[in-house]
């Protein structure tokens, strides 16, 4: 693994002695919890990426705005640097804290603070859990629209950070379509609202900036979230197919016929098998892929969308189609996707779970590729899908104990990446990039485009101290990673201060 363990400022290495800085932090903001012996530490060593692990200097648990505020004006004093971490249920090492820096963990800011039922907006801390705000608001009929599989536990705040999405995000959007406004803190700890309650606000859209940034330009103090009312009725086709290329091709159909289901997902042969020993959740365990279609709104409409939706998939080879009878089986459908991860945990010692974007059209020949890679690489891939966006979740499965197959994994996911970029789609969906995918950003972007990134970073964090590392490569990396051509040995504008 290739792990920044300290960070780097204006190209120098910075090192920091860690009783100083914790003298100098319990100074600055009194009353601050802040761990620093390794058994306290050792729980933060790593986000959902458990592969990636580095132990930081300090973790700081702040429980008020005020020594947020004192902490950040510090650190950016200091130049120590500081990695912001929510409910650490991320996937791509985004919050992997730095062996020279703090890590500012805002789980204990987690109060909903006010619930406007008639404007439909809630204002809530971002410690808050996403399915916490969706329960507290249900006596309203009200609920928070993106449903990450991980909703049980993600922070909200997180949940901006990453720009989450979820199974239904295909008809109601990610979290970008449903927060209205954002308080931030900079790192010099000057205090921002960006966005309003309104229905637009004046000047540069940085709201939608702030969203999937990563912990790289502020962190999140507050966030105003848009209410939905709940649909009156909810059905769940699932459509059996002997052939995962079909099952592909099923998903463009139903787009193409003029229906936006309120959920569309796909799952392998593999991905089927695991979560129906898991769950029971009464998927045909000999099929190759399965589609789970949601169709939501008032009952008339919705019956008609399940008549269009059935001839679709009909027309499009599905061996078998079965309508949830109730709402128990339709909870039972939707328990066997999002248990999809945990269940294919069971099978295999170790997994990895990939994320990238690709159009619907390419389905089938994405598909196609990835079983080619799995063979020429030796392990095996399950294939969970939020096939109506086209997000994959290749998992793949390995054992860390045998030694280079950690490494033969990464590099498979790597070519899977590369796939959806050559297919015209994207290395990540709502996981981000992190640490992870950080290589394949040079396949994704120019050096213009990555320059670009770093002049907007340098706006907001001129000495690059919130979350180094991660998100944006540098233009050396990725002459490293041999994605990006370098003329005379130079990189595009060698004046140009790098990360």
């Given at each position: 693994?290739?792990?920044?363990?300290?960070?780097?400022?204006d190209g120098e290495l910075v090192q920091h002695d860690r009783a100083e800085v914790l003298a100098a932090l319990s100074r600055a903001a009194p009353g601050l919890t802040l761990l620093h012996r390794e058994e306290d530490l050792?729980?933060?060593?790593?986000?959902?990426?458990?592969?990636?692990?580095?132990?930081?200097?300090?973790v700081a648990l702040p429980e008020t705005l005020d020594q947020v505020e004192a902490l950040l004006r510090k650190c950016h004093e200091l130049r120590v640097p500081v990695v912001t971490r929510g409910a650490g249920t991320g996937l791509s090492g985004g919050a992997l804290p730095l062996e020279q820096g703090v890590l500012l963990v805002m789980s204990r800011f987690n109060r909903i603070l006010e619930i406007d039922a008639d404007a439909r907006i809630a204002r809530v801390q971002p410690g808050v859990r996403n399915l916490a705000i969706s329960e507290a608001v249900a006596?309203?009929?009200?609920?928070?629209a993106p449903d990450p599989s991980s909703q049980i536990a993600c922070s909200i705040g997180g949940n901006v950070a990453e720009n989450a999405g979820g199974v239904h995000c295909l008809k109601y959007g990610l979290t970008v379509h449903n927060v209205l406004s954002i308080n931030v803190m900079t790192i010099e700890g000057e205090r921002m609202t960006i966005?309003?309650?309104a229905l637009d606000s004046p000047g540069f859209d940085l709201l939608a900036l702030m969203m999937g940034s990563e912990g790289m330009l502020g962190v999140v103090t507050e966030v105003t979230v848009k209410l939905l009312p709940r649909p009156e009725t909810a059905k769940v086709l699932m459509a059996s197919f002997d052939d995962i290329e079909k099952a592909g091709s099923a998903v463009g159909a139903i787009i193409a016929a003029g229906i936006i289901p309120g959920g569309l997902e796909m799952m392998d042969n593999l991905a089927i098998r695991a979560a129906e020993d898991f769950i029971h959740a009464g998927y045909p365990v000999e099929a190759e892929a399965i589609l789970l279609c949601?169709?939501?709104?008032?009952?008339?409409?919705?019956?008609?969308?399940?008549?269009?939706?059935?001839?679709?998939?009909?027309?499009?080879?599905?061996?078998?189609?079965q309508l949830a009878r109730d709402e128990a089986e339709r909870a039972r459908f939707w328990?066997?996707?999002?248990?999809?991860?945990?269940?294919?945990?069971?099978?295999?010692?170790?997994?990895?779970?990939?994320?990238?974007?690709?159009?619907?059209?390419?389905?089938?020949?994405?598909?196609?590729?990835?079983?080619?890679?799995?063979?020429?690489?030796?392990?095996?891939?399950?294939n969970v899908f939020h096939a109506g966006d086209g997000n994959m979740h290749p998992l793949i499965l390995f054992d860390a104990n045998r030694e280079g197959e950690l490494a033969t994994a990464e590099a498979l996911g790597g070519?899977?990446?590369?796939?959806c970029v050559e297919a015209g789609g994207s290395i990540t969906g709502e996981h981000g990039v992190g640490r992870e995918k950080i290589n394949q950003?040079?396949?994704?972007?120019?050096?213009?485009?990555?320059?670009?990134?770093?002049?907007?970073?340098?706006?907001?964090?001129?000495h690059g101290l919130l979350n180094p590392g991660k998100n944006i490569p540098t233009l050396a990396r990725c002459a490293e990673f041999g994605a990006m051509h370098v003329h005379n040995n130079e990189l595009p504008h060698p004046e140009l201060p790098r990360f």
């Amino acid at each position: 693994m290739n792990i920044l363990h300290d960070a780097r400022l204006d190209g120098e290495l910075v090192q920091h002695d860690r009783a100083e800085v914790l003298a100098a932090l319990s100074r600055a903001a009194p009353g601050l919890t802040l761990l620093h012996r390794e058994e306290d530490l050792r729980p933060f060593e790593c986000d959902g990426l458990a592969a990636y692990r580095v132990l930081p200097m300090l973790v700081a648990l702040p429980e008020t705005l005020d020594q947020v505020e004192a902490l950040l004006r510090k650190c950016h004093e200091l130049r120590v640097p500081v990695v912001t971490r929510g409910a650490g249920t991320g996937l791509s090492g985004g919050a992997l804290p730095l062996e020279q820096g703090v890590l500012l963990v805002m789980s204990r800011f987690n109060r909903i603070l006010e619930i406007d039922a008639d404007a439909r907006i809630a204002r809530v801390q971002p410690g808050v859990r996403n399915l916490a705000i969706s329960e507290a608001v249900a006596p309203h009929g009200l609920y928070y629209a993106p449903d990450p599989s991980s909703q049980i536990a993600c922070s909200i705040g997180g949940n901006v950070a990453e720009n989450a999405g979820g199974v239904h995000c295909l008809k109601y959007g990610l979290t970008v379509h449903n927060v209205l406004s954002i308080n931030v803190m900079t790192i010099e700890g000057e205090r921002m609202t960006i966005g309003s309650s309104a229905l637009d606000s004046p000047g540069f859209d940085l709201l939608a900036l702030m969203m999937g940034s990563e912990g790289m330009l502020g962190v999140v103090t507050e966030v105003t979230v848009k209410l939905l009312p709940r649909p009156e009725t909810a059905k769940v086709l699932m459509a059996s197919f002997d052939d995962i290329e079909k099952a592909g091709s099923a998903v463009g159909a139903i787009i193409a016929a003029g229906i936006i289901p309120g959920g569309l997902e796909m799952m392998d042969n593999l991905a089927i098998r695991a979560a129906e020993d898991f769950i029971h959740a009464g998927y045909p365990v000999e099929a190759e892929a399965i589609l789970l279609c949601e169709l939501d709104g008032v009952e008339a409409d919705v019956q008609q969308d399940i008549d269009t939706v059935r001839g679709v998939l009909e027309a499009s080879g599905a061996t078998g189609i079965q309508l949830a009878r109730d709402e128990a089986e339709r909870a039972r459908f939707w328990a066997g996707r999002k248990n999809a991860f945990p269940a294919v945990g069971r099978m295999s010692p170790d997994y990895y779970c990939m994320d990238g974007t690709i159009p619907r059209r390419e389905l089938p020949r994405v598909l196609k590729g990835i079983s080619q890679l799995s063979e020429e690489y030796g392990l095996r891939v399950a294939n969970v899908f939020h096939a109506g966006d086209g997000n994959m979740h290749p998992l793949i499965l390995f054992d860390a104990n045998r030694e280079g197959e950690l490494a033969t994994a990464e590099a498979l996911g790597g070519k899977i990446l590369e796939l959806c970029v050559e297919a015209g789609g994207s290395i990540t969906g709502e996981h981000g990039v992190g640490r992870e995918k950080i290589n394949q950003m040079c396949a994704q972007f120019g050096s213009l485009e990555i320059t670009a990134f770093h002049a907007v970073k340098r706006a907001f964090d001129a000495h690059g101290l919130l979350n180094p590392g991660k998100n944006i490569p540098t233009l050396a990396r990725c002459a490293e990673f041999g994605a990006m051509h370098v003329h005379n040995n130079e990189l595009p504008h060698p004046e140009l201060p790098r990360f």
